[in-house]
């Protein structure tokens, strides 16, 4: 059993949202076990990654994280190749994301890590060959491993996750690595969150509802930094970004109060918790530094360590993803369509008021949805007889559009199209003017080609030709709560735009 | 002897034109056979190769091309050394490009592979260190190492290349790489060949003309791609360039009807030959793809096979450079001077019409050509006494010039601009009033320093400050066709320029 | 005893003023075995520092020194991490120099080299990481290795450096590369130097000035090249740069001429010193060419030996740094604060006319310091009591200000501020009426954030936000010369500026 290998069975690491306590819990431990013993032991675990190849994909590049991958890949003694931005590269020719990644497959790349503008990018890849992957940020979405390192850094410093009061501060809103970073929080017991963040730079809403949700545990929030000084074991800073503002005089002025607002300075942490550590993800600016440099001497400093922890994070992921078989998961229905309801024969009424002898009955719509169905489930384009009966009297709702379709039983497709539009209607299936079948429709697990994503910066959304297909994941069913495979960002029934 | 060993001869690899059916044969099955048991023996083959160096100069950066070189050399156990983009090199600053190569082979490189905008600047780079080279494409002039992979995917598909039927697609006037394919085809016995182009982007005459006079087989054309789904074995398909079209709206239309002609979707190939596979050379642009994504898994589709058959071909390719000892062959002027005619003594009726004693008389110039070879003769600065008799009566040509130089006996390199220039002239040397030699001036097999190469992206032209020396091949007499040493580019007698 | 270890204590190699003539000897020896030994002894040598890390910072980029630092760490078995030009890096976010430097050195690299476009950057960098350090060209300050591997050359040519004849031609003026020469020649023993330069180009008086001083040999200069061909063994060409001259019609006309005087060409050199040997640091630029292809087989030319000499030094340097021990050194105060004077009891007649009882009075400044002195010690802020007699007369210097400080003793830094703006001044502690210690400050040898250094390019100045400390060496004292420690400019009192 080799120092570096770990027993879970990720075949890539792409989202704090794949992980378990366990797995995480276990990630750490490892890269403490490798960071005291290192030296020695790097050199018995070649063997398994000796001249094994790594392709370093960075579509943006980032100094710090492609550093540390390609470090913990060389300390492992692979071969790097691959891109630190895609200046004079094949991707600048418009080379589809797809293509770039299936060639360095092809090359036989042994391991993927790669960063990309697009939100889903990796999960994308990641689909599309048949090579781990590591995601090294995907647009505003995830950033794993900055977490793993992150949360490596605070149980190295504390023992312990659990039970810890943690301020994460500055740029709320727009930091990645902040929303990834909450994500791993919430998979520990009874974490305390404080969010310190300027008017207009807070935690955005879904991210707070996701950790409340899963931890129960409510987040705490303020624009003062000095109101959670002496309660925090850690502070998070993180760097406004000057580009968020705008480039007049008065957006000048606005970075200038809010980015001041949060200037960490030897000073400052006399007022503080006395067990209370420092973090920061780097780089902070040079122009206006969020912590003082008078901080980085003292022991509450953990932001150079921090960085330094990411190559022993790296190496682990990178040699547990060199021993794992990667096999592509057919995406089984294993939900049946159908939530049934008894059906008591012939119900005459029904069939005698649309005169329906074959064919589908779409029941209890919501008023003005009947033409929306019609539409969407393409009726104009089949020339199929249809008796849409609108806003009638509905014992059960008061008022409701019923559509009847002749002759034909609709595709399990065009059931999830109804249900994704209308949380009421009931389905029936007549033949020879008999109810043979009746009921709501159950949405699968899994949507595919069916909606557009919301998220414009989406690597599904068609206007960035890189033709991934969309892919949903249904989370809940009534309400409805969807969220795209790839970007992960969630959506309801209010957000749902059919495909063409 | 090692697997990866090839017995062929060449020290550089830089043009199709430079190899023969049994070197080309020998490379793909050598790469063949790598790729059927590559890992354990590239271990075993690294003796030669360990710790060589390759120096990768991308004077143009490529994904495709510059990733699989130096990771075959990577597999060979070399390091690399190089640039990708001459963004903050000394090439920014000016430097010629002999003396960059100069500097890595001072490095020790003991293979240099590189690509640059200019036609001919590999050859002139392997003219200039004692270092193999590989030429991974310059300007629009040759890629040969791309050419070797689709023969070996070719080959390795059908099992043979003699007698296949390949359809060339799109981009053919443009497309360097189709070029070069069609040089190596032109190796193979019967090869069938259609050039499928929209208007204006047809394949070039040139090219055209090389192929039917190296094959005695005739190219079929063709702007429509169902002419020949049904017969083609082979479909080779190419980008087409949006910046080839006018930016303006009819530029954007034009581009789209043409780009659109030739879409290959699984649809389409329903109507194709059964044993049909597709290639390209890729990047493909996800803009407008030019083979749609359904296509891709097919077993017809061997784009991605071919991207990944180009690593074995380079390990190949270098590993032989590595074994070879590059030696300077001298320019030695083998062919003689003259074409002798016989002299009956003395001509009485010439020496006594131009009183030519002792002296050069050029005889029989095209009328109007007597004052231009006064003219690149230098004659004027010598200050020497030269009779031009101009238009005069000729019983073999009608018309003709005459030109008496008194007491100069011409230089070889001026004898050789006499036949540049004039197909007819005949050249007598006088000695003391009677003709000693006479005769028809043989050009010598290369032409160095005489001619302004007409390709304005030749290396060797004076305003891309190469310091290239111009250097021409004299692929044949009469009618004259020399061929640039460098760029590779044919002229005939109309096109020459002589250097001042 | 190891071929690469050499025995010099150097724990960074930042700029020739830190180098003894023993030390370069060592280093050229070494280097110069390397060569003549190489391959096989290199291998040997891979154990100490097989599979560490060059840490290869090039915020500028650069072909030649890169390379050659990269391809000899390389030789040594070393593995690389870094950048070549900031594109796409942290550094484009604003992340301070001492951070990126900080991340590489916690990623454990062994060696950093670094260019960065500051003066002063890499000794900077040295104080702040724990790693040796290579200066690989900051701003126009220093570039250490370029002038060893010249020196190297130099020996390896004539087999002495002392004695020699040496010309440097062209720009130098802005050219590092030559005022790093110079210092070291100044090594050697009865080295004649010979600066030719067009006007507007030549030498600074400080270099001049610090070679004259340290070796007691005059610098000849001259605008003309054919003055020293005759006479110099070595010629060492520089470009000069097009970007120096103004970009109207006469800077083109004005280039055009003085570039046009240092053409070196085949006729140019025979008319030169038999033993004449030809040097440039390269690149020369292909559009002007200041030495012509045609020197280039003359085994006259130096310069293609010249850079692959550096890859030999280089491989010394890391070597050696790879074996050192690098170790905080502590800066002491070793020297008093005072030049102290006999204090003889009670000065009646002082003490009486600034009716000072206990406090500090500041005699003999210069008439007109008075003031700023004042204000200079910050005694508005203090509220302190102080008596100001300005312009009157004394009996030593004719007239001086005076001050009376009530009550309070000057701290070490106040003192030196007064030494640093008069060189007249002298300071009397005065308690309960007698001056109980008098005298001249003395300065210490290091000025710790005192003053702004003069230099705008300097890494210390505030306006490049790198929070690098002002930290200036006392030369000399009367008259005063200071040199910054980072950016290495000398300046005099007349340049003095008091940080705020």
Known sequence: MSLLNISILKTDILSMRDFSREEVEEIIHKALELKRTKKTNTQDLNSLSHNKILASLFFENSTRTRESHELAATKLGMNIIGFAGTEGTSVKKGEPLADTARMYAGFEADVVVMRHNLDGAARFVADVVNVPVINAGDGANAHPTQTLLDLMTIFEKFGTIDNLKIAMVGDLKYGRTVHSLLQGLALFRNVEIWAVAPPGLEMPAHCIAEFEERTGT???????????????????????????????????????????????????????????????????????????????????????????????????????????????????????????????????????????????????????????????????????????????????????????????????????????????????????????????????????????????????????????????????????????????????????????
Not at 390 to 399: D, M, Q
């Open 218 to 500: 409510k987040i705490f929030y303020t624009p003062h930094l000095q109101e959670v000084l002496d309660k925090a074991q850690v502070l998070y800073m993180t760097r406004i970004q000057r580009e968020r503002f705008p480039t007049s005089v008065e957006g000048e002025h606005e970075f200038k109060k809010v980015s001041g607002m949060y200037e960490l300075t030897s000073q400052v942490l006399t007022r503080a918790n006395p067990s209370l550590c420092v973090m920061h993800p780097l780089p902070r600016v040079k122009h206006k530094l969020e912590i003082s440099l008078d901080v980085d001497a003292s022991p509450r400093a953990l932001y150079f360590e921090q960085a330094r922890n990411g190559v022993f994070i790296r190496q682990i992921l990178i040699s547990h993803l060199l021993g794992v078989q990667k096999t592509k998961i057919e995406n089984k229905e294993e939900n049946g369509l159908w939530r049934e309801r008894f059906v008591n024969g012939q119900d005459k009424k029904e069939s005698y008021l649309y005169r329906l002898d074959n064919g589908t009955l779409i029941d209890h719509l919501e008023p003005g949805k009947g033409p929306l169905v019609h539409s969407l489930l393409g009726l104009e384009r089949l020339q199929t007889t249809v008796v849409q009966a609108l806003n009638i009297a509905s014992t059960k709702y008061g008022r409701k559009d019923v559509l009847a379709i002749h002759n034909m039983r609709l595709t399990p497709r065009q059931l999830w199209k109804i249900a994704l539009v209308s949380e009421r209607a009931s389905v029936n299936f007549i033949e020879d003017k008999r109810v043979v079948q009746k009921g709501t429709v159950i949405l699968p697990r899994v949507l595919e080609r069916l909606l557009l994503c919301q998220n414009v910066n989406c690597v599904t959304r068609p206007e960035h030709f890189e033709h991934a297909p969309s892919k949903f994941i249904v989370e809940q069913d009534k309400p409805l709560r969807l969220r795209c495979y790839y970007c992960e960002r969630t959506c309801g029934q209010e957000d749902v735009e059919l495909l063409k």
